[in-house]
Each structure stands twice: as C-alpha cells, then as structure tokens.
C-alpha cells in the first residue's frame, strides 16, 4: 500500500489538474442537467472532473474504495473500513455556471475513519488548500495558523439559503446575534473563509463530498466541526454542521440551549 506522503503529492497532481479542466472549459459550451429539481445542477465537466480524479485515483492507491457525487465512484459504501476517498469534482456549480468564479475542487482520504488527508482547491485564484493529520495546514506552500478565536459578535456568518429563510427561531437569532451574515454558495469555499478566519463560522446541511476536505483541514487547525446539536458528525451521512472558532461555537451554543 502507498505511503501517505507519496499519496499525498499525487493527490496534489490530481485535483490541480481538475482544477485546470474546469477553468480551461469554463467558458465553453458544456451541457447543463438537472438532478433532483431546477436548482440542482450537474454539468459535463462535473462528470469529466469526477472521472478524470477516480481514474488516477484508482491508480495511485488501487486497494481504496471512492465515495463520489456524480455516481462514478464505488456504489454502497455504508462502512469506513480501510481508505476512502471522497470526491467532489466541483463544489458550487450553480456558481461555476453563473458567475464563473467561486467553485472549488474537493478531495479527502479517510483511512479507518480517521480525516488523514483535505484539499479544497480555489479554482479561479488557483490556491490549493491542503493538509495531513497531525502535519499541518497548507495554502499552496504556505503554512496556515489557526485563526483568532472570535465570538459571534465580533464574526461574519456564512449559513446556506434553506436554513437562512426557512431555519428554526434559534438559527434566525443566531444569523441575527452574528456581526454580518454571507452566502457564498459553496461549501468549499465556505470552509475556506473559516480556516482563514475570514467567517467565525458557516452552518448547513452538508453531503460526505461537501463536508470531507474542510472537516479535515478545520480540525487541523483546532477549530470545532460539530452537528449542530453538538453531537459528533458522520461523514457518510447528510448532517447538519457547524464548522467555527471554539468561541462562536460556545456562543451557538448558549442560544439553542
Ligand atoms: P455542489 O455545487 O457540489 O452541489 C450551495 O449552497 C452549496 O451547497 C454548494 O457547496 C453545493 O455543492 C451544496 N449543495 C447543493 N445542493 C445541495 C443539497 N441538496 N444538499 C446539500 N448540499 C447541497
Ligand atoms: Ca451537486
Ligand atoms: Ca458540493
Ligand atoms: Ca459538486
């Protein structure tokens, strides 16, 4: 089985060169479909992305199994026995559509459970976010410090559109409490505002592929990545997650309770 560095530095080939696909296709005429309703879309460089990122990743670590989005990966994986990789070939795609900016290319390696390796690449400012267990935090070859542990009062707020127009009492008064509120409309990108403690805090319901990488990398950095009942998450289920500073943790906290 390859060692965890050499998996590593492949890892960092692999989602660079999706990132470059999508950027160098942005532009084009690609297909556009939608999954469960209007809002929910996948294009052909998702699938293409998805492909080109199992592909080498059956090749680099041949024993693993691959948990991703757009149904290329292995079907069923119910346990987290051994390495999985999680895939999300582009995180934000409505903004990849839209805005062509603000989308990101996620990948992490879970081996028995344990978050060992993240990667949320920022296509457009071409930063790769990267980080293995007990080794740090990376953006590109910089090290990232853990951010300052502010409050929620002293924090922006990222929150996703359902849970900010449609949430209980307690996630209103909590987007209310926060010194200002964003909507950025990828978790990746998201996670990469609380790692960089540009946001206090981002909460939403978020998927295995939309949780894996920034999971990983947030707790390297000793930031908290918890349900927001406070219980611990599973990444293979859809959780409702909150991912912030100790403080704005204990402030969200004290609201719900
Ligand atoms: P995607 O672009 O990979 O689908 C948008 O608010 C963010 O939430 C994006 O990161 C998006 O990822 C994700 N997302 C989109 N639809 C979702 C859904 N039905 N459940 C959970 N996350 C979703
Ligand atoms: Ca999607
Ligand atoms: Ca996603
Ligand atoms: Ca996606």
Same mark, same amino acid.
């Given at each position: 089985m390859a060692e965890i560095n050499e998996l590593d530095l492949n890892a960092q080939k692999i989602i660079r060169q999706a990132g470059q696909n999508a950027h160098d296709k942005m532009n084009d005429s690609y297909q556009i479909d939608t999954k *469960? #309703?209007? *809002? &929910?879309l996948v294009t052909t460089i998702d699938r293409e992305n998805e492909q080109l990122i199992n592909e080498q990743i059956r090749k680099i670590d041949p024993d693993s199994r691959i948990l991703s989005e757009e149904g290329l990966g292995d079907r069923q994986i119910t346990d987290l026995h051994g390495h999985i990789w999680i895939v &999300?070939?582009? &995180?934000?795609t409505m903004n990849f559509v839209?805005?062509? #900016?603000n989308f990101a290319v996620m990948l992490a390696l879970y081996i028995d459970g344990v978050p060992m390796l993240g990667y949320i690449l920022d296509v457009i400012n071409n930063r790769l976010y990267h980080g293995q267990r007990g080794k740090g935090v990376y953006v590109d070859k910089q090290r990232l410090h853990a951010p300052a542990d502010l409050g929620l009062k002293e924090s922006l707020l990222a929150m996703n559109r359902t849970l900010t127009l449609g949430g209980t009492p307690a996630l209103k008064k909590i987007a209310q409490e926060a010194m200002g509120l964003r909507m950025y409309g990828s978790a990746g990108m998201e996670m990469i505002g609380v790692i960089t403690g540009q946001l206090g805090g981002y909460i939403s319901n978020l998927k295995p592929w939309d949780l894996a990488a920034g999971r990983m990398l947030a707790e390297e950095l000793g930031l908290v990545v918890k349900s927001i009942d406070g219980s611990s998450i599973n990444v293979l289920s859809s959780n409702l997650v909150l991912v912030a500073t100790s403080q704005v943790s204990r402030d969200i906290r004290q609201i719900i309770n």
């Amino acid at each position: 089985m390859a060692e965890i560095n050499e998996l590593d530095l492949n890892a960092q080939k692999i989602i660079r060169q999706a990132g470059q696909n999508a950027h160098d296709k942005m532009n084009d005429s690609y297909q556009i479909d939608t999954k *469960t #309703n209007y *809002t &929910d879309l996948v294009t052909t460089i998702d699938r293409e992305n998805e492909q080109l990122i199992n592909e080498q990743i059956r090749k680099i670590d041949p024993d693993s199994r691959i948990l991703s989005e757009e149904g290329l990966g292995d079907r069923q994986i119910t346990d987290l026995h051994g390495h999985i990789w999680i895939v &999300d070939p582009i &995180d934000g795609t409505m903004n990849f559509v839209k805005q062509h #900016n603000n989308f990101a290319v996620m990948l992490a390696l879970y081996i028995d459970g344990v978050p060992m390796l993240g990667y949320i690449l920022d296509v457009i400012n071409n930063r790769l976010y990267h980080g293995q267990r007990g080794k740090g935090v990376y953006v590109d070859k910089q090290r990232l410090h853990a951010p300052a542990d502010l409050g929620l009062k002293e924090s922006l707020l990222a929150m996703n559109r359902t849970l900010t127009l449609g949430g209980t009492p307690a996630l209103k008064k909590i987007a209310q409490e926060a010194m200002g509120l964003r909507m950025y409309g990828s978790a990746g990108m998201e996670m990469i505002g609380v790692i960089t403690g540009q946001l206090g805090g981002y909460i939403s319901n978020l998927k295995p592929w939309d949780l894996a990488a920034g999971r990983m990398l947030a707790e390297e950095l000793g930031l908290v990545v918890k349900s927001i009942d406070g219980s611990s998450i599973n990444v293979l289920s859809s959780n409702l997650v909150l991912v912030a500073t100790s403080q704005v943790s204990r402030d969200i906290r004290q609201i719900i309770n």
